[in-house]
């Protein structure tokens, strides 16, 4: 019954993104029995679409592998090592996270234009490759983790690496799932960052090409819900494959060891 | 420990290039901004000081958006987190069709923000379901719509907001309850200990983590949103808040200088918070 | 391993596509419009295509912007010095640019078309000029024929005057209990004043006052003008978003709103199917002054190729470009004079309207401010139809700080 509650809006986005293209978004249109896949059809066939789809895919795709490393060797580094100014590294990180886009736009759009990464793949990968939400994720996860079976490595003469990889890290399956979704879905359907450091249609994420879909003085609701329901399909592939890895979580099998 | 100072380094180092490359010249750059009286399209650059903070400090549209946002993030935060964790505890139970419950709660959180604050424009107007709703209901729902009445504009993008983030922050509740040994809760259930017993001695203590997280990390988006109430009321009926006033009056009436002011004060406040949040929530040992 | 090889091809790809041309050889010139909308978007890649023929140096890059943020895009490219070299503004942004020197003077270019078009007020400063019209959009009252005709008004009632509009309105408002007469914007930025504007500006007022030294916003002009939209807003008004009110007018419920040629187009590809009949804009009496607004294309003071730049700005205003784009796009207002006497504007009555209301409207004033007294404006109609502020004592705390504004920057 929440359930329902909670999907409903969905529901309603996918059912106008199947009515005729042009019609009013009154109940009699809602309940009636026009079931248009005119919109879909027009997406699908559509070069400039398939190209932006995969545009995303590409970079989002790129973001999350790049996250899940850097941020996971950041996170535990954080967690487990002293180091000078790791407290100011720290909390610059969290800071970066408390001003708005709108401020820092501009430089950054300058340094793009200058090193010549605007209107490029690069300009949407380089600065979200390590998300300081991820670090700070993996840290507070990192820090629930009892210290004891590391300790057992290092007197066992395991290197930082061996210990990192082979063992903190299955052990952390289930912040890093957490972490690739919440990657991917920010990245996914992130709008302002693409939209002004990019303009051709070459490197044009879906966000930025469904936002054209509201036009001037009315929105072009069939199109546009028929994007957004396909642009959901991604996320829940994600979603469903870095599931199982939340719910499987450790056991008592790693700890006895 | 030396050896090990420089490896925390070099794992540290993607973090530390990123942030030194990208982020560190912007905020300093608009750091400094914000003590100019710097606009837009118009290369010049004088020192005022602190003339614009002072000035913030009694401009009545500032004011008044900071009170907008800290109503949102009072209003939201508590009720988000103890919702998802609420859900989380549900579907730890385990029960069949638990998988396309988490889908479902989770699904509201995956649609861009700019789509569900299209839709729900539309839902919350005179013609839509949710208004209809409210009068099957009973309720006496404001005459044009939720989104033209200052009584509820805020509050039903609160709700919105809830409904969008609640499902979001139960699967890192999820993983978090994930992460508790089921040893723990087999030791203390053999020693006598009752299932509200387990919960307050052990869940929510090692939970602890993950929910600052949570909280932190909800905290920070909360004081900063911006798109719900651009796409939904660009401001009006008592809607403004911080970020959408930096918005409005850097990119919009271009006093760019005054914006970045604005941003920093609102950075001010958010750090107290965090830093309040991390203090209350402090490592504890594990035993 | 063969989508790897594929990704990183399209990324090297996607890594050239930013490159400009030297300037020795051919050139490239970045032009950012917002006419994305699939109907119009292939007019545009057309006209560009053609000019490219006719000018085999010479490429055009275009860029796609969003007209919910494509001005923010605009605004950061140019103050951070990376500029297109053509770029659309909107008529109320051009003085932001022109007064800061982000645009080129194209003076000694369009000099030849000052005559022909509409439109070159918000263009002008210190003598030169900054940009050239495209497509202008004015404001007219939409009817519904329908409800007239349910009323007991003669079924070819045209509002000449307010007591008309007024008659009118309250005739169709008493025809039920969910119809309404007048369609009133709620508090939507950008909007609103667009709609009360128009009423001022029929009685002959002014904002910045006559003498350019004393605000006019208090005075009769603006007291008169409110009092009788207040009335319209309070007694038989749906009030509602734009786009609301357009839907309920298309459903049936609202007798008049005022709109602009998009509604044309709106009812044309949804094959509604309504009576309406559109009039101009009525004043006190006789007839009254409607909102004009448009698009313009300018030159960056960045570019590098300012005189291709302007060439081609030309090509794309001329009248048989205006023309084709007009008809793509049903589109009632071109810029050019000679495009508005075509034969393609008698097709609809409805765009014969448009196309007389243009010489009957008024752009506001052209001040790099602008947006700050709009916002003013808005928040004073906000106060005195929503929160029932006293009229009279409200516009005078505009005027004031109008007037404060003025004394500061001029």
Same mark, same amino acid.
């Given at each position: 019954?929440?359930?329902? $509650? ?29 079931? &248009?896949?005119?919109?879909?059809? &027009? ?32 996170? *535990? ?13 720290? =909390? ?65 003469? $395991? ?20 972490? $690739? ?31 054209? =879909? ?21 996320? /829940? ?15 008592? #099998?790693?700890?006895?060891? | ?25 912007? %905020? ?104 209809? /709703? ?103 009926? #008592? ?11 850097? /990119? ?6 005054? $914006? ?28 | ?49 053609? +000019? ?28 951070? #010095? ?6 659309? %503004? ?132 603006? *007291? ?15 009030? &509602? ?10 459903? #049936? ?32 009496? +006789? ?35 205006? /023309? ?17 006497? &075509? ?6 009555? @409805? ?24 916002? %003013? ?31 500061? @920057?001029?």
């Amino acid at each position: 019954m929440v359930l329902a $509650a909670m999907v409903f809006p969905l529901f309603w986005m996918f059912r106008v993104s199947f009515l005729p293209l042009a019609s009013d978004l009154g109940w009699t249109d809602l309940l009636s029995g026009k079931w &248009d896949i005119g919109a879909y059809g &027009d997406i699908m066939s559509s070069l400039g679409m398939m190209r932006y789809f995969f545009n995303s895919v590409l970079v989002g795709g790129i973001v999350v592998l790049g996250n899940i490393l850097f941020c996971f060797m950041s996170g *535990y580094a954080f967690s487990r090592y002293k180091f000078i100014g790791k407290n100011f590294w720290f =909390y610059s990180m969290i800071g970066v996270l408390m001003i708005p886009a709108h401020v820092i736009i501009i430089p950054l759009y300058l340094m793009m234009r200058q090193t010549g990464l605007y209107d490029t793949y690069w300009a949407l990968i380089l600065p979200f490759l390590v998300n300081p939400m991820g670090i700070f994720l993996v840290r507070q996860y990192v820090d629930s983790l009892p210290r004891s079976m590391e300790e057992a490595a290092r007197i066992d003469g $395991a290197s930082e690496f061996t210990i990192l990889f082979k063992i903190i890290m299955p052990l952390c399956k289930p912040a890093l799932a957490v972490l $690739a979704i919440q990657t991917f879905l920010t990245n996914w359907n992130s709008f302002l960052y693409p939209f002004i450091l990019t303009s051709s249609e070459a490197v044009r994420t879906l966000p930025v090409a469904l936002a054209l =879909y509201q036009g001037h003085q009315a929105i072009d609701w069939p199109h546009l819900m028929a994007g957004s329901s396909l642009a959901v399909i991604p996320v /829940l592939l994600v979603f469903l494959f870095f599931q199982k890895h939340i719910i499987s979580g450790i056991t008592a #099998g790693a700890l006895k060891q | 420990m030396k050896g090990r100072s420089s490896l925390a380094y070099f794992f540290a180092s993607p973090w530390i290039a990123t942030f030194g490359i990208f982020w560190l010249f912007p %905020l300093i750059f608009s750091l400094y901004l914000g003590f100019t009286d710097y606009r837009l399209l118009r290369p010049e650059f004088n020192w005022i000081g602190l003339d614009n903070f002072t000035r913030l400090l009694g401009d009545a549209a500032f004011l008044e958006s900071l009170i907008n946002t800290f109503i949102f993030v009072f209003g939201t935060i508590p009720l988000t987190t103890v919702i998802a964790l609420l859900l989380a505890l549900l579907i730890e139970r385990g029960f069949p069709g638990r998988t396309l419950f988490r889908a479902g709660y989770f699904m509201p959180s995956v649609t861009s923000l700019v789509v569900v604050g299209l839709i729900f424009s539309h839902l919350f107007s005179r013609g839509g379901y949710i208004f209809l /709703l409210a009068r099957i209901c009973g309720f006496d729902p404001p005459e044009y719509g939720f989104l033209l009445s200052s009584r509820t504009a805020l509050y039903s993008i609160m709700a919105m907001d809830i409904w969008m983030s609640a499902g979001y922050y139960m699967l890192l509740f999820l993983a978090g309850l994930k992460a508790i040994p089921i040893e723990l809760y087999e030791a203390a259930a053999s020693s006598g200990a009752g299932k509200i017993r387990q919960f307050f001695h052990i869940t929510l203590p090692l939970l602890k983590p993950v929910a600052l997280f949570i909280i932190v990390i909800n905290t920070i988006k909360s004081f900063q949103i911006f798109i719900e109430i651009f796409v939904m009321t660009r401001g009006r009926y #008592g809607t403004s808040t911080a970020v959408y006033f930096i918005y409005e009056t850097g /990119l919009n009436r271009f006093e760019f200088g005054y $914006a970045s002011a604005a941003a920093y004060i609102l950075f001010i406040i958010i750090a107290l918070f965090s830093l309040v949040q991390f203090w209350l929530f402090r490592k504890g040992q594990i035993t | 391993m063969t989508v790897g090889f594929l990704a990183a091809l399209i990324m090297w790809q996607g890594c050239s596509e930013g490159e400009k041309d030297l300037p020795t050889g051919p050139i490239t010139l970045e032009w950012w419009h917002f006419w994305t909308d699939p109907d119009i978007r292939p007019t545009i890649e057309q006209m560009v295509a053609d +000019y490219e023929t006719a000018n085999p140096n010479v490429k055009i890059k275009l860029t796609d912007l969003t007209w919910a943020n494509g001005h923010e895009k605009i605004v950061v490219a140019f103050s951070s #010095g990376a500029a297109p070299d053509i770029v659309e %503004l909107g008529s109320d942004w051009i003085p932001e640019f022109s007064f800061n020197n982000q645009l080129a003077p194209i003076t000694a270019a369009v000099l030849a078309d000052t005559g022909a078009y509409y439109g070159w007020n918000p263009t002008i400063h210190k003598n030169d000029i900054y940009a050239h019209p495209w497509i202008m959009g004015t404001r007219v009252l939409f009817i519904n024929r329908g409800l007239l005709k349910r009323t007991a008004l003669d079924t070819n009632f045209i509002p000449l005057n307010w007591p008309d509009l007024k008659k009118l309105c309250y005739a169709v408002d008493s025809l039920g209990e969910d119809i309404y007469g007048f369609g009133s914007n709620a508090a939507e930025k950008h909007r609103l004043y667009k709609k009360f504007l128009p009423f001022f500006w029929s009685m002959d007022g002014a904002i910045f006052g006559y003498t350019d030294r004393f605000a006019g916003f208090a005075g009769d002009q603006a *007291y008169k003008a409110i009092k009788f939209y207040k009335e319209l807003h309070d007694s038989c008004s749906l009030v &509602d978003s734009q786009r609301g009110l357009e839907d309920a007018f298309l459903e #049936g419920k609202v007798g008049v709103i005022i709109s602009g040629d998009w509604l044309l187009k709106r009812i044309k590809k949804e094959n509604r199917n309504i009576e309406i009949i559109t009039t101009l804009f009525p004043g006190p009496k +006789y007839p009254g002054k409607s909102f004009l607004g448009g698009e313009y294309l300018a030159v960056s003071a960045q570019s590098p190729h300012k005189d291709e730049a302007a060439k081609f700005i030309r090509f794309i205003t001329a009248p048989e470009r205006q /023309l084709q784009f007009c008809r793509a796009n049903f589109s009632a207002n071109p810029s050019s004079k000679t495009a508005a006497a &075509d034969s393609f504007f008698m097709s609809d009555p @409805n765009l014969q309207t448009f196309v007389k209301q243009i010489n009957l409207s008024q752009m506001p004033p052209a001040d790099p401010q602008w947006v700050n007294i709009e916002d %003013l404006i808005e928040k004073t109609l906000e106060k005195i139809l929503f929160e029932k502020a006293p009229m009279a004592e409200t516009l005078y705390e505009t005027n004031k700080k109008i007037q404060e504004y003025m004394d500061k @920057n001029k």
